[in-house]
């Protein structure tokens, strides 16, 4: 039964006790009180996100001729962030409350007269910088000042002429990036969506400036159908162009991937064109000349940058809550999560019907075989094969395999799939090649 919208508000809810009760995200230091607004990724969590962050570099990288990673460092040149607005721009208003002492983003208050919690006087709009600062070296002065990155794209931006000369690339062509990304946030919430320590995915993809409203248009809609590809009903998914005076001082145009999360539409992944504002910008302050030269034109040039920004924490927690699903009434609804066979955390669970006559030694050598085969399988012989079933569906296991009387007497096992519930018999020794063609597969459009 797919989930009910009067339910949304308990939806969060419940993901989030699901995710502890089953180990998919755990608050940050817990046995100490927790740390607001972090997170620990627990063992199917940390398989899920890894398949999050893996889907996307396949798109982005793996499956193209265009498009390049690195993995810059998360401490950079102080400069960097003056270069690239940073540290006079990347800020949010802000009010605390007299009273209760309560902090406030402006910009969300509809009245800032009262504090909306307790009524009280609030303070002056004063604007408050989202970096991170610490100290590079054993002296804590201003001379030794550096910056948590508030996003990966300024890794990927200074390598723009380092990438494009070792890869000996011609515009248009991106460069990828997945990693930390840490932000000061005055009001963190919902959950994983807004953190203070985050991992972003992001790429540049750089063009002659006369093709970015081509580049622009490809980006919007290719980023939109990657998360369709992997399971998000199309219906929880919309594009939002940003009205003019929303867009960075940077962008000429920025578009958000939206997700209808149980706590209303809020961004996936934004797209901007962001001009050719940053290589001009590093070139300025570097005193680097990061324009491309292009030697059969002989024209001299910095290319515009289009930029699909996404965040694997937001992504991951929107293919959790899309995956939720229910069988079942009452006492005996029980929770499924329809992850793409590519994102779920186990691909197979390998079930010996009962703890005796030879039967966990044949779903040994499966679930050895399957290892064998990088296919991330688990492996359970506790309780009724029923209660072992829903403790699949409920891990977003897409299929199951059974290994009971029949295996003694034929060396066949019984395949249950997950979301059509079909069962089958299939030689024990062919398990490897019939999972793995099966999410081969379900994997071919990427
Ligand atoms: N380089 C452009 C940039 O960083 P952004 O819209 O600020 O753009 C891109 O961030 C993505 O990073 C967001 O769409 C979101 O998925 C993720 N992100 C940003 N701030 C985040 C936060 N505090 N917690 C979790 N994810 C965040």
Redesign the pocket.
């Known amino acids: 039964m797919a989930q009910n919208q009067n339910n949304k508000s308990d939806l969060m809810g419940t993901i989030v006790s699901l995710a502890k009760r089953r180990g998919f995200v755990f608050q940050s230091s817990e046995i100490y009180g927790g740390l607001n607004s972090c997170w620990d990724y627990g063992p199917l969590g940390v398989e899920l996100k890894r398949n999050v962050k893996d889907a996307w570099w396949r798109a982005m990288v793996t499956n193209r001729r265009d498009i390049v990673g690195i993995d810059a460092s998360i401490l950079m040149h102080p400069r960097v962030w003056e270069a690239s607005g940073h540290l006079s721009g990347f800020s949010d208003p802000l009010v605390d409350c007299k009273k209760c002492k309560e902090r406030f983003r402006a910009d969300h208050l509809e009245n800032l007269d009262r504090c909306p919690k307790c009524g009280g006087e609030l303070t002056e709009v004063r604007r408050f910088n989202l970096m991170f600062k610490t100290f590079m070296g054993p002296v804590e002065d201003s001379s030794a000042t550096v910056y948590m990155r508030?996003?990966?794209?300024q890794g990927i931006l200074v390598n723009f002429l380092n990438v494009q000369q070792a890869a000996r690339l011609k515009p248009p062509f991106g460069i990828a990036q997945i990693g930390k990304?840490f932000?000061n946030?005055i009001t963190?919430g919902n959950f994983?969506?807004?953190?203070?320590e985050?991992e972003?995915m992001?790429m540049e993809f750089f063009t002659p400036p006369d093709q970015d409203s081509k580049w622009y248009e490809y980006w919007r809609e290719a980023r939109l159908q990657w998360y369709k590809d992997y399971g998000i009903k199309p219906e929880h998914l919309r594009l939002r162009d940003h009205e003019k005076d929303e867009l960075a001082h940077y962008a000429k145009a920025c578009v958000?991937v939206e997700y209808l999360f149980p706590f209303g539409w809020s961004?996936?992944?934004?797209i901007?064109n962001r001009t050719d504002y940053d290589l001009k910008q590093h070139s300025q302050f570097s005193g680097k000349d990061l324009a491309f030269f292009d030697d059969e034109t002989k024209s001299h040039y910095f290319p515009y940058v289009i930029?699909p920004?996404?965040?694997a924490?937001?992504?991951t927690l929107a293919f959790l809550v899309d995956a939720y699903d229910t069988e079942g009434e009452g006492k005996d609804e029980r929770v499924v999560l329809r992850f793409h066979p590519a994102l779920a955390p186990v691909k197979v669970a390998v079930l010996p019907l009962v703890k005796r006559d030879g039967m966990p030694e044949i779903g040994e050598k499966i679930y050895r075989d399957l290892l064998d085969h990088s296919i991330k399988s688990f492996y359970d012989h506790a309780s009724s094969i029923g209660r072992r079933y829903a403790r699949q569906d409920e891990a977003g296991t897409p299929f199951c395999l059974t290994v009971d009387s029949q295996t003694l007497e034929d060396q066949t096992v019984t395949l249950r799939e997950r979301d059509s519930r079909e069962q089958y018999r299939v030689a024990s020794g062919q398990i490897v090649e019939v999972v793995g063609k099966k999410l081969r597969e379900a994997m071919k459009f990427r």
Request: zero cysteines; a negative charge; glycine letters at 6%.
């Open positions: 508030p996003e990966t794209a990304s932000r946030e963190p994983t969506y807004r953190t203070r985050f972003q992001e958000d961004e996936l992944e934004g901007a930029e920004a996404a965040g924490d937001r992504a």
